[in-house]
């Protein structure tokens, strides 16, 4: 079970957050908000930058499989106006050295994700519907992004592919036509929209 534990902002409160740098995890603190709520248990977590403290302790109910249930709750220190360390559990002496970060691999999940979001970008259009903007994408996955673009002329914004053929909407096979003698690739697209319209 989560909670969130607020209250009616005041000056004890913000005194109460100003003081503190930080929290040992594992340590027990006691909460008073300024709603007179209090607030016990172990701490999770904690994040200096918004004064936010993951407090849990157990509750007496058991699960269904008889497992000690525990309740956390996010307390703002801001709105509190009380705080005690009950127990406080001494950090260990000889921290383990974390392990260094792969730049490699996060600078390639990095342009992984720019990739994706330009991709998406490239295939949406404000004025195409669902299924315009997915068959859109299937060229796009099948040809490659730079064979496929979008054809607008006044309020009719068409799909264009290879700069050969075009998909009016509402993009059904119907609305298949080439501007060059294209015949193979004029069949190719169709059987794709075909196969898409099938199936949706």
Not at 94 to 109: G, H, T
Not at 170 to 183: F, K, R
Not at 184 to 194: A, E, F, G
């Amino acid at each position: 079970m989560l909670k969130a534990i607020e209250g009616a902002k005041g000056s004890k409160g913000s005194k109460v957050a100003d003081s503190l740098s930080c929290f040992t995890v594992g340590s027990t603190v006691r909460c008073k908000t300024c709603s007179d709520e209090e607030v016990l248990g172990k701490v999770l977590a904690f994040d200096a930058g918004t004064k936010l403290l993951i407090l849990e302790a157990p509750i007496k109910k058991r699960g269904a499989s008889g497992r000690m249930l525990c309740e956390r709750s996010i307390v703002n220190l801001n709105f509190c106006i009380d705080l005690e360390v009950v127990e406080e559990v001494a950090m260990p002496k000889n921290m383990p050295e974390p392990d260094a970060l792969d730049l490699q691999k996060l600078q390639k999940r990095f342009d992984n994700a720019v990739k994706l979001r330009l991709k998406f970008l490239k295939s949406y259009h404000p004025k195409v519907s669902p299924i315009g903007t997915a068959i859109y994408c299937q060229f796009a996955n099948y040809l490659g992004e730079d064979q496929v673009s979008w054809l607008e002329e006044d309020t009719k914004i068409s799909i264009f592919v290879k700069q050969q053929v075009i998909i009016d909407p509402p993009y059904g096979v119907a609305n298949i036509n080439s501007v060059t003698e294209a015949t193979k690739l004029l069949k190719y697209v169709q059987k794709i929209v075909q196969g898409f319209n099938s199936q949706n």
